[in-house]
């Protein structure tokens, strides 16, 4: 499975950026897709992620009523629509995509494949 991430760039805090996560199988129905981030001298954490069954969407409380995760199964995409961006959201942006217990669909270890990460600068 590869996992090829897009939309990152530079906003303006209270702006909006669409990041993109592009699978080159179909994940819908086969695998979770998740979304983690990592700020300079921090470690990934987990930002929003989807089941496979797109039935179930789970978010990072700092992010909960800004972020939207969804899909696009016809594109075999999964969007993250970000809003009300601040300085704190500034990160790489990693997708990722495995087949965990949902009970486990916020830890990064549990997941086999990655995408290379988009930068996301938020200026204040």
């Known amino acids: 499975v590869q996992l090829q991430a897009s939309g990152g760039g530079l906003v303006q805090s209270g702006g909006s950026l669409r990041l993109s996560c592009a699978a080159s199988v179909r994940t819908n129905n086969n695998y979770h897709v998740a979304w983690f981030r990592q700020a300079p001298g921090k470690e990934r954490t987990f930002v929003a992620a989807i089941s496979r069954s797109g039935g179930y969407t789970y978010y990072a409380d700092s992010v909960k009523g800004r972020f939207t995760i969804s899909r696009d199964s016809a594109k075999n995409t999964v969007i993250l629509q970000m809003n009300s961006l601040d300085s704190e959201d500034t990160a790489v942006y990693y997708c990722?995509?495995?087949?965990?217990?949902?009970?486990?669909?916020?830890?990064?270890?549990?997941?086999?494949?990655w995408g290379q990460g988009t930068q996301v600068t938020v200026s204040s």
């Open positions: 990722s995509a495995g087949t965990t217990v949902l009970s486990s669909i916020r830890d990064p270890t549990q997941y086999k494949y």
